[in-house]
């Protein structure tokens, strides 16, 4: 294998609000958050000796013939697929085409299916192994590894088959300090196609997603445990440096927080808040995963306000009188 390494991801989605064509133009199509973080963690650590590309079938492959053109132009030596069970259907189509078009390159599967349903991600044999859980350092470790023609199997946080047989290594520890992992590449997608379809805020307009925190320490029956039962948030300063970058570089105005529990830290979010309210930015904020009602107060909901904070949704986990 060359020296440069070309890895294209994939979100292996389908139409999930418009069910014909005639409701086409009501999809809601959201930025693969996930996949671009993968995307700045290869190029902070390999630099100029890596491309990525990322491609989200939903918006950009309507027909069948265009996963063809982009694989056949790309020529991918490492192909990650972002799979969800219900769109297991998609993540196969992927990996079998991946495998047709290219049997050399390497199939990496993840996201929800390969974390909570991983033998249901492996059992296509088009996809040689799967990341489980957060993979900001297992996609450098995989690259890494395929560079160097070694085995795979001392990489933390995979899953693999040997001789017929699936084979789990030991689990990655979650990163305990998020403010070291890179902001997302908005470089490896195409933003202005994501800016004419319909948005978490309902609406078309250059967006930018947020993860300021990973992991919810409450233990709801229905919840996923994807990014594991212990919060852990990057500081007040490093949500605020991203927002900032992407306002003053892509003149984004229009913010989607996607935590589990944005607000389970008070003064971090009263911290968050103070910073954008003294840069004068005037942006647009959405808490569109949902937040705590117990733990807002009314000052909190002003200062929200003052920032920008037009949409809130509240998780009702529990019901009584009060």
Known sequence: MTDHIKVLFIEANRSWLAKTDRLADLEQIVLPIGLMYLSASLKKSFQNKIETKIINLVLECKNNTDLDEILMSFKPDLVGIRGMSIY?????????????????????????????????????????????????????????????????????????????????????????NLDKISFPDYEAIDLSRYSHVMTYGYNRRKQAVIVSSRGCPYKCIYCHNIHGKKWRSRSSDNVYQEIKYLHDQYRIVDFYFVDDNVNLDYNRMTD???????????????????????????????????????????????????
């Open 88 to 176: 297991k259907e998609a993540y196969d189509e992927v990996a079998n085409k991946v495998k047709h078009y290219y049997p050399a390159a390497f199939v990496v599967g993840g996201g929800p299916i390969a974390t909570t349903t991983p033998d249901l991600a492996l059992n296509n044999h088009n996809v040689d192994c799967i990341a489980i859980g957060e993979a900001e350092e297992t996609i450098v470790e995989l690259v890494e590894y395929i560079k160097k023609g070694k085995d795979i199997a001392d990489i933390q946080g995979i899953a693999y088959r040997n001789k017929g047989d699936v084979r789990f290594t030991e689990s990655r520890p979650l990163e305990e």
């Open 272 to 322: 968050i808040c103070d910073l954008i309210i003294a840069s004068r930015m005037k942006i647009n904020i959405y808490f569109a995963n949902g937040v705590r009602g117990d733990i807002l107060d009314s000052r909190l909901i002003d200062k929200m306000s003052e920032a920008g904070v037009i949409w809130m949704t509240f998780a009702l986990e529990t019901a009584s009188p009060r």
